[in-house]
């Protein structure tokens, strides 16, 4: 999880898409979640714009971001594992989730692709010491 990629935006009546593009291109995210206080409430992510609102031919300025974003929120909490997450991903077909803490605050945003970098850093690490036995093993 990259807790550095959380971005929150407070959702009002007059939020709109390109509001929250704007936000998403000068944090350089792919998603924002939407809350209401401090409660998260929803997440509006790139692929929600470009279907919602690009391929529909709509105006970003014109579609309230309450339209458009995912709601209710899929979310894990921290304490879960990485099986756990890729679970709820592929059960609620979402490619990120927002992680909770044990008193429902939010800890960051895990993403597909983290857990692709993860399990792709295990494999790696994994064939390095595999690799390293057998050339001891070759000694022998």
């Known amino acids: ?5 959380l971005v929150t935006k407070e959702i009002k009546d007059s939020t709109s898409v390109l509001d929250i593009a704007k936000l998403m291109v ?3 995210v ?11 409430v929803g997440i509006l992510t790139e ?7 690009s391929a529909e031919n709509k105006s970003a300025q014109e579609v309230p971001a ?10 894990i909490k921290t304490i879960d594992s990485i099986d756990t997450a890729a679970e709820v991903m ?15 605050s939010m800890a960051g945003v895990l993403s597909m692709s983290d857990i692709t970098k ?5 494999l790696t690490d994994d064939y390095s010491r595999y690799r390293s036995l057998r050339a001891i093993l070759d000694l022998e």
């Open 118 to 122: 993860k399990l792709a850093k295990i």
């Open 66 to 75: 309450k339209e458009v974003m995912s709601s209710p929120l899929v979310t």
């Open 90 to 104: 592929v059960k609620n077909r979402v490619k990120r989730l927002v992680v909770l803490e044990e008193d429902g």
């Open 47 to 53: 692929r929600d714009v470009l279907k919602k609102v």
């Open 30 to 40: 792919g998603s924002v979640v939407i809350i209401d206080g401090t409660k998260p």
């Open 1 to 5: 999880m990259s807790s550095n990629e």
């Open 26 to 28: 000068k944090t350089k």
